[in-house]
C-alpha cells in the first residue's frame, strides 16, 4: 500500500502538526457531527487519529470511552505529548486499519482524510470490513475525504475523490444493506497556507438486523 507507517512517521517527524495541510485548530465540522451523534458513555473511535485536536474537545466535554487509532507511532506520539496527563483518558492503537480486528463495539465511528487514501479495491474492503466489525448495530461512521473538486493528491500521496453519493455507493458495494446515509456536508477547508482544499462529510447508520 502506499504511504506505509514509514511514510507518516517520517511526516510527523518533519513538520509541527500545525504546519500540516489537514491541521485544524478547532475540527468544527467534525465535532459537529460527532456531538449530533454521540453520548457521554458511549465508545467512540477516531480512525487515523494523526495530531487532530477533536479528541482533546471530546475529553472536555465530557464525552468517553475515547480511542483513537493511527498507523503511525509519531502521529500518536504528537497527540500523547500535547494531551499530557489526559492522555491517560484515551485508549492508543498503532495499527494499519486495513489489517486491524477491532475486539469490541464502538458507537461512532469517524475518519477524517484517511479513506481516501485507500485507492486499491482490496484495502478498501479490508477497511469496511474493520468499520462492519467495530460499529455497533445503529452505530454512526462519520467519513471524510476530499471531495470532487477537491486536491488530487494528500501528503504526496494519490487520493480517491468522492461526493457523498459515490461514498454511499461504495459502501454499499461492499456491505450491502448495512448502511444508510443520514446526513453529508461539504466543507472548504482552509490550509496553513491558506489554500482551499474542498471535502465532503457523510454520515452513515448502520443498520439493526
Ligand atoms: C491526512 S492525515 C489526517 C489526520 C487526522 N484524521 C486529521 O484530520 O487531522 C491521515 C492520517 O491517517 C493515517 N493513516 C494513513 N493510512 C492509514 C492506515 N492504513 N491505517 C491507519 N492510519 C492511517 C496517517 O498516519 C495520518 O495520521
Same mark, same amino acid.
Given at each position: =500500500?502506499?504511504?506505509?507507517?514509514k511514510?507518516?512517521?517520517?511526516?510527523y517527524?518533519?513538520?509541527?502538526?500545525?504546519?500540516?495541510?489537514w491541521f485544524?485548530?478547532?475540527?468544527?465540522? +467534525?465535532l459537529?457531527l460527532?456531538?449530533?451523534? /454521540?453520548?457521554?458513555?458511549?465508545?467512540?473511535i477516531?480512525?487515523?487519529?494523526?495530531? +487532530?485536536? /477533536? *479528541?482533546? *474537545?471530546?475529553?472536555?466535554?465530557?464525552?468517553?470511552?475515547? &480511542?483513537?487509532?493511527?498507523?503511525?507511532?509519531?502521529?500518536?506520539a *504528537?497527540s500523547?505529548?500535547?494531551l499530557?496527563?489526559?492522555?491517560?483518558?484515551?485508549?492508543?492503537?498503532?495499527?494499519?486499519?486495513?489489517?486491524?480486528?477491532?475486539?469490541?463495539y464502538?458507537?461512532v465511528?469517524?475518519d477524517?482524510? *484517511?479513506f481516501?487514501f485507500? &485507492?486499491a479495491?482490496?484495502?478498501?474492503?479490508?477497511?469496511?470490513?474493520?468499520?462492519s466489525?467495530?460499529?455497533?448495530?445503529g452505530g454512526?461512521?462519520?467519513?471524510?475525504t476530499f471531495a470532487?473538486?477537491g486536491?488530487?493528491?494528500?501528503?504526496?500521496?494519490?487520493i480517491?475523490?468522492?461526493?457523498?453519493?459515490?461514498?454511499?455507493?461504495e459502501l454499499?458495494?461492499?456491505?450491502?444493506?448495512?448502511f444508510? &446515509?443520514?446526513?453529508?456536508?461539504?466543507? =472548504?477547508?482552509?490550509?496553513?497556507?491558506?489554500?482551499?482544499? +474542498?471535502?465532503?462529510? +457523510?454520515?452513515?447508520?448502520?443498520?439493526?438486523?
Open positions: =500500500m502506499a504511504g506505509g507507517q511514510h507518516w512517521d517520517d511526516v517527524g518533519a513538520r509541527s502538526e500545525d504546519a500540516l495541510t485544524e485548530a478547532t475540527p468544527a465540522v +467534525s459537529d460527532v456531538r449530533d451523534h /454521540l453520548q457521554p458513555g458511549e465508545p467512540f477516531d480512525i487515523g487519529v494523526g495530531a +487532530s485536536r /477533536l *479528541v482533546d *474537545v471530546l475529553i472536555d466535554e465530557g464525552f468517553g470511552p475515547l &480511542t483513537v487509532l493511527d498507523l503511525s507511532a509519531a502521529a500518536l *504528537v500523547r505529548q500535547r499530557g496527563p489526559r492522555a491517560d483518558d484515551v485508549a492508543w492503537i498503532e495499527a494499519d486499519i486495513t489489517t486491524w480486528e477491532p475486539d469490541r464502538y458507537a465511528w469517524h477524517r482524510a *484517511v481516501h485507500l &485507492t479495491a482490496e484495502d478498501r474492503a479490508s477497511y469496511t470490513r474493520a468499520l466489525a467495530a460499529l455497533r448495530p454512526i461512521a462519520i467519513i471524510a470532487d473538486d486536491p488530487e493528491k494528500c501528503s504526496g500521496l494519490p480517491a475523490r468522492y461526493e457523498p453519493e459515490d461514498l454511499a455507493r454499499a458495494r461492499l456491505l450491502p444493506g448495512q444508510e &446515509t443520514i446526513d453529508a456536508r461539504r466543507h =472548504m477547508h482552509i490550509t496553513p497556507k491558506g489554500n482551499r482544499q +474542498s471535502f465532503q462529510y +457523510s454520515v452513515f447508520r448502520k443498520a439493526v438486523p
